[in-house]
């Protein structure tokens, strides 16, 4: 489902309950602000609405991460973090098939499944994930220097979402098999406010496209700046979300322009 990047290194492989959730942390909170500000002033857009509303983010220790697992039984790191500038994002559907009405046990068992199961990554593959209810978890670990998936420099974590293309990509996963159904109302908007802070703070244009080049193993794609896994790979992922596409990027352009 997801890979590593091409580089014969593993830099790229893919039950507490949680605690109390922190609130939200804003990449950008002038943005945030901006939107507000004009919704005040003009009343939001339908789409505006939507994505203008706080979400709750989730730490990996709100939501129950066992930090031993990313270990050796000998103290060593199954997958030490490698960091890269940002250049694209791309959106996933989990497709893990699991009816556990937990959101947070959902992630855990994913995590531990790319951690030491069969995908045995050494931790998760995405970099976020969001429930149905809008809520955002903490994916790969990236150091406690930084803020989630990123260290102090502002670089990304490498995850490991598309195979030979994750460094440098942003992989943002929503719960669920959306093959045959939409994204809940909550998951799309936290998702576009998600994508409208990850493409401000990184300078994405999230109309344009993006000649994509992996520093690590020097492949190269054009794609566009804010796609569906379907963009960079033979899948069914995203699910419907891939024809959404389009109007999620306006959706993201607007919240951008305030």
């Not at 922190?22 to 339908?46: C, E, H, Q």
């Not at 149905?132 to 420099?153: C, K, L």
């Not at 190269?220 to 700046?225: F, I, L, T, W």
Request: proline share 7%; hydrophobic share 35%.
């Amino acid at each position: 489902m997801r890979h590593s990047d091409s580089t014969g290194s593993r830099s790229g492989r893919q039950g507490a309950s949680p605690g109390s959730p922190l609130p939200r942390r804003a990449f950008l909170t002038a943005l945030g602000a901006a939107a507000a500000a004009t919704a005040a002033v003009t009343g939001p857009s339908p789409a505006a609405a939507a994505t203008a509303a706080p979400y709750t983010l989730l730490s990996r220790r709100d939501w129950g991460a066992d930090e031993t697992l990313r270990f050796a039984t000998d103290g060593r790191e199954l997958w030490p973090p490698e960091y890269h500038p940002v250049q694209t994002l791309i959106v996933h559907h989990t497709a893990d098939g699991s009816t556990d009405p937990d959101p947070a046990a959902r992630v855990r068992a994913i995590y531990r499944e790319e951690a030491v199961g069969a995908d045995d990554y050494g931790d998760i593959g995405y970099n976020y994930l969001i429930d149905e209810n809008g809520r955002v978890y903490e994916g790969r670990w990236s150091g406690t220097d930084g803020t989630p998936a990123h260290d102090a420099a502002g670089r990304l974590v490498t995850g490991a979402h598309v195979q030979g293309y994750n460094s440098g990509n942003v992989g943002i996963a929503l719960l669920g098999t959306l093959t045959d159904r939409p994204a809940s109302a909550a998951a799309r908007a936290t998702l576009v406010q998600l994508l409208a802070e990850l493409a401000e703070r990184h300078s994405i244009d999230p109309l344009g496209k993006v000649a994509y080049r992996n520093p690590v193993s020097g492949a190269g794609r054009v794609a566009p700046a804010i796609g569906g896994h379907r963009h960079w790979a033979s899948t069914d992922c995203p699910g419907s979300l891939y024809t959404a596409m389009p109007s999620i990027r306006e959706e993201v352009a607007a919240l951008m322009a305030g």
